[in-house]
């Protein structure tokens, strides 16, 4: 004869499914973990969301897409296996390496949006690379490559500025593209002081402000 349905759980799947439970339970609000647990249960999660925003921007964001696609046709295309989530100090949320790889700042990113930006930025990089042998330890090279990746890239917010057929940005987006241009260079291990990383953004502001490629061929 079954036993009546309100019985204790005895079986061995359904209690194995508890066990389960509880340890979901645990994960998700902590207790019962030590902060050791519950750290790498965090880095988990933030590492598998990074992987799951990479896969969709590189399949379906419009700036990441384009930016690909001119990379392929420039000779320097990037492969997905070199675009990496990883852990990063937290002053940064990416990074290029000139041997053609990214860095995604796992930790860094509280939504998708965020993260298409930084990898848009870090793809310009990449882009000026392949096309423009840049010295990446010259000051005015490099204050070039962060102007163009911080005003194209929408970390200055640049599609919503941008009117139709015409770049009229506005003085807001210019002092946002200059402050983070200068403060990128300021961290050039060649860049003796604020001053000088300030001096390099001003002197090529002017044609790397204007040089939009390879987006201007959108419009
Ligand atoms: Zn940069």
């Known amino acids: 004869m079954d036993p009546p349905s309100s019985a204790p759980a005895t079986n061995p799947s359904e209690s194995r499914a508890f066990q389960r439970w509880l340890k979901k ?3 998700v609000t902590g207790l019962g973990l030590t902060p050791e647990e519950r750290q ?20 379906y964001s419009p700036s990441v897409v384009f930016m690909l696609k001119h990379l392929r046709l420039s000779g320097c295309a990037v ?12 002053t940064r949320s990416g990074g290029f390496h000139p041997s053609g790889a990214i860095v ?20 310009i990089h ?8 840049v010295d990446w ?6 204050a070039c ?3 163009r990746a911080n005003s194209l890239s929408g970390d200055c917010r640049f599609m919503r500025e941008v009117g139709r057929g015409n770049v009229s940005l506005s003085k807001q987006h210019q ?25 390099a953004v001003n002197e090529v502001w002017e044609s790397c402000f204007n040089d939009t490629r390879p987006f201007d061929e959108i419009y």
């Not at 990449?126 to 042998?133: A, E, G, L, Q, V």
């Not at 330890?137 to 490099?142: K, S």
Request: charged letters at 25%; proline letters at 4%.
């Open 25 to 27: 339970a645990s994960l």
């Open 79 to 90: 492969p997905p296996s070199n675009i990496v989530c990883g852990s990063c100090d937290s």
């Open 104 to 123: 995604l700042c796992e930790g860094h990113f509280g939504s998708k949006r965020h993260m298409q930006d930084t990898l848009t930025h870090e793809l």
């Open 137 to 142: 330890y010259n000051l005015r090279h490099h």
């Open 175 to 199: 002092a946002c593209v200059r402050r983070r241009a200068i403060l990128s260079v300021r961290a050039n291990p060649k860049c003796p002081d604020g001053a000088a990383a300030e001096r």
């Open 145 to 147: 490559s962060e102007i």
């Open 126 to 133: 990449m882009y000026d690379h392949c096309k423009f042998n």
């Open 40 to 59: 790498h249960y965090l880095e988990e999660q933030k590492h598998a969301r990074c992987e799951k925003w990479k896969t969709e921007l590189l399949n």
